[in-house]
């Protein structure tokens, strides 16, 4: 048991020169890593500009970002605690903490309570929350969806002008049956179904 290399006094200097060794070694694998140009990947045709993110579904972005982020039909949230310097395509942007830059939205744009946008927003909607902050200019877009309203409206101009045209045609068909009847001229009833 004595000979054992517990029970043996080690100098200091051994434990420091095995230390610098193991850690020489590492530093020494981590070279190759480290030197710029050699670990470089060929971008492909469909790849991203360099600065530039593209993703799908939803992000949620918590740091510190800059560079393009883009998303047909995905949903950008930036957290309170993160700041964004950016020119962001998206779907939906909902907007929790600060951005310096410009909002592209095709649906739309949501400004939280913690909210510091500074730049232009570009979308059909546009919610702020009580106690965000916008600086800059806003463009409001067509929406991509129907409104209700607008709906309703298509829906009455179909009605109304399916009943016309039924109403003229029923004209016409009663109009060939009485001798009577003054003759209508095609043309007339047309114009009168539009």
Request: hydrophobic share 40%; aromatic share 6%.
């Amino acid at each position: 048991m004595e000979d054992s290399l517990l029970n043996q006094p080690s100098t200091s200097n051994e434990f420091a020169d095995v230390l610098t060794d193991t850690f020489t070694a590492w530093l020494e694998n981590l070279k190759p890593a480290l030197e710029p140009d050699k670990n470089i990947v060929p971008a492909g045709k469909d790849a991203p500009p360099v600065g530039e993110l593209r993703f799908e579904g939803t992000l949620r972005v918590d740091c510190y970002v800059t560079g393009r982020l883009r998303s047909l039909t995905g949903t950008l949230f930036v957290s309170e605690t993160a700041e964004i310097e950016s020119e962001i395509f998206v779907a939906t942007a909902i907007i929790d903490g600060v951005m310096h830059g410009d909002i592209h939205a095709t649906e739309r744009v949501e400004l939280q309570s913690h909210a510091k946008v500074f730049g232009y927003i570009e979308s059909p909607a546009l919610a702020i929350q009580p106690g965000a902050v916008f600086e800059g200019q806003c463009h409001f877009l067509p929406s991509p969806f129907p409104s209700a309203a607008a709906l309703d409206r298509e829906e009455k101009q179909q009605r109304s002008h399916s009943d016309t045209s039924i109403n003229a045609k029923q004209h016409l068909a009663s109009g060939a049956r009485d001798e009577e009847t003054e003759e209508v001229e095609p043309f007339a009833a047309v114009a009168a179904a539009i």
